[in-house]
T-cell receptor, first 114, second 114 residues
Framework: AQSVTQLDSHVSVSEGTPVLLRCNYSSSYSPSLFWYVQHPNKGLQLLLKYTSAATLVKGINGFEAEFKKSETSFHLTKPSAHMSDAAEYFCVVSAAGGYQKVTFGTGTKLQVIP | KAGVTQTPRYLIKTRGQQVTLSCSPISGHRSVSWYQQTPGQGLQFLFEYFSETQRNKGNFPGRFSGRQFSNSRSEMNVSTLELGDSALYLC?????????????FGAGSRLTVL
């Protein structure tokens, strides 16, 4: 069994300040973890993925995430928010090996204040 | 390399009608999954197809059905439409990369039921 919890449904930051979007997971197997971003009326775009290699994963647009097994967390960060980062972000877990069911978090809406 | 193509992008139907949505995956991707996204329920998994076989199904009524063709293109059908079926329907094709099931999403089909 697997699940993913996004701890904040809404996050608001000022432009130029750091972004932290929190995600906790549970999985019976070694997980693969992903962050996706969705801008209004668009599909989901892959930001970054963790697949049991380096625990600090760098993605597109300056985002990165750190896999912490002891804390079962995969938080998304960015040093400095841009207005274009305003969107909804989804944390996703997939069990590695065999049939890989994908489970989505409920999403975090990021607001960037000018 | 072409992405995931969903058609139509927008459509309006009335209650009781039926609708068919189409999804063309990235070339070489054999898995296609469908999701319904609404403001109230968020992103919900509908079903997944792999090599023309339904591999997993979400918790939706039988009015929702799908199929996959030999070229991996997929269609989903909703019969006897209800107001609550108004949603963004997202299709994703996937490929296993480094042991991870990586989803690539289309832009979605926005269905409005009047």
């Amino acid at each position: 069994a697997q699940s993913v919890t996004q701890l904040d449904s809404h996050v608001s930051v000022s432009e130029g300040t750091p972004v932290l979007l929190r995600c906790n997971y549970s999985s019976s197997y070694s997980p693969s973890l992903f962050w996706y971003v969705q801008h209004p009326n668009k599909g989901l775009q892959l930001l970054l993925k963790y697949t049991s290699a380096a625990t600090l994963v760098k993605g597109i647009n300056g985002f990165e995430a750190e896999f912490k097994k002891s804390e079962t967390s995969f938080h998304l960060t960015k040093p400095s928010a841009h207005m274009s980062d305003a969107a909804e972000y989804f944390c996703v877990v997939s069990a590695a090996g065999g049939y890989q069911k994908v489970t989505f978090g409920t999403g975090t809406k990021l607001q960037v204040i000018p | 390399k072409a992405g995931v193509t969903q058609t139509p992008r927008y459509l309006i139907k009335t209650r009781g009608q039926q609708v068919t949505l189409s999804c063309s995956p990235i070339s070489g991707h054999r898995s296609v999954s469908w999701y319904q996204q609404t403001p109230g329920q968020g992103l919900q998994f509908l079903f997944e197809y792999f090599s023309e076989t339904q591999r997993n199904k979400g918790n939706f009524p039988g009015r929702f059905s799908g199929r996959q063709f030999s070229n991996s293109r997929s269609e989903m059908n909703v019969s006897t439409l209800e107001l609550g079926d108004s949603a963004l329907y997202l299709c994703a094709s996937s490929l296993v990369v480094s042991g991870a099931n990586v989803l690539t999403f289309g832009a979605g089909s926005r269905l409005t039921v009047l």
